[in-house]
Nanobody
């Protein structure tokens, strides 16, 4: 089992930046894939960015060139640097991990972008 704890969500004006953090309870090399999803009000959950099982990165088209996913293995933390934020980025952001074939989710962190 793995626990994921997100932090960093807050209210920001359009054009601003935020960095989200996801702290994992186990070493990141033990996790098959890990990344960020989001769910906006009235919309279905969508992938934002993730590290795949091969170690490559995958991004939603809507965030490419604006968001960067990174990780610090020593801190067991995955980050999501979000720049040039838009009102459409308003959502609850969830950390997700595939660990031993099972899907784990954090509790989510709210991001509000005002225009």
């Amino acid at each position: 089992q793995v626990q994921l704890v997100e932090s960093g969500g807050q209210s920001v004006q359009a054009g601003g930046s935020l960095r989200l953090s996801c702290l994992a309870s186990t070493d990141l090399f033990r996790i098959n894939s890990i990344g960020w999803y989001r769910q906006a009000p009235g919309k279905k959950q969508e992938l934002v960015a993730r590290f795949t099982a091969s170690g490559s990165t995958e991004y939603a088209d809507s965030v490419k060139a604006r968001f960067i996913i990174s990780k610090d293995d020593a801190k067991r933390t995955v980050y999501l640097q979000m720049d040039s934020l838009e009102s459409e980025d308003t959502a609850v952001y969830y950390c997700n991990a595939d660990y031993w074939g099972l899907n784990y989710w954090g509790q989510g962190t709210q991001v509000n972008v005002s225009s």
